[in-house]
């Protein structure tokens, strides 16, 4: 078993800044992508930010110069740092991460989510 843990949600005024945190733990070989998605009400999940094990990262068109994802892979964690935060950017955000596990099994899963509100 695998499970993701997101923290760092709340709330925020337009042009604030938060920072998301998911820690990985369980039966993993290997975390290859991390990934945070985040779902809108009434709309379809979508992909926020992305970043493989060599580092290479890539954002929705949406979210590139606001915000940034990194990972530390000693930990097992990945992080989203938002900023100029705008009323859109409300959402569910949900960690993601594709890898192996020590069945040599492959996996994804999914963490529980966590809110973002943008708002005064």
């Known amino acids: 078993q695998v499970q993701l843990v997101e923290s760092g949600g709340g709330l925020v005024q337009p042009g604030g800044s938060l920072g998301l945190s998911c820690v990985a733990s369980?039966?993993?070989?290997?975390?290859?992508?991390m990934g945070w998605y985040r779902q809108a009400p009434g709309k379809e999940r979508e992909l926020v930010a992305r970043?493989?094990?060599?580092?290479?990262?890539n954002y929705a068109d949406s979210v590139k110069g606001r915000f940034t994802i990194s990972r530390d892979n000693a930990k097992n964690m990945v992080y989203l740092h938002m900023n100029s935060l705008k009323p859109e950017d409300t959402a569910v955000y949900y960690c993601?991460?594709?890898?192996?596990?020590?069945?040599?099994?492959?996996?994804?899963?999914w963490g529980q989510g966590t809110l973002v509100t943008v708002s005064l």
């Open positions: 970043i493989t094990s060599f580092g290479t990262t």
């Open positions: 993601n991460l594709l890898g192996v596990d020590r069945s040599y099994r492959s996996l994804e899963v």
């Open positions: 369980g039966s993993i070989f290997t975390l290859n992508t």
